[in-house]
């Protein structure tokens, strides 16, 4: 049986999915998932956020990013 590793909270790196296709509009993000249809239009803390997961950050990150 397999074990699975998880890592903390603090450790663990969140990143933009490369299957999410994004454009911008007057501060705002909207991202556009082909496989399921699915869309979201981000508020500018949002889009500040997807911006910042250009690059893998940790929640710790993202939260002094705000």
Known sequence: ???????SPSTK???QHPAVVFSELDNQ???FQSKTCD???LNETGSAIWQALQT?????QI???L
């Open 1 to 7: 049986m397999a074990t699975q590793q998880h890592q």
């Open 13 to 15: 790196r969140f990143k």
């Open 29 to 31: 993000i909207t991202l």
């Open 39 to 41: 869309y979201l239009v």
């Open 56 to 60: 893998a950050q940790t929640l710790n």
């Open 63 to 65: 939260c002094d990013l």
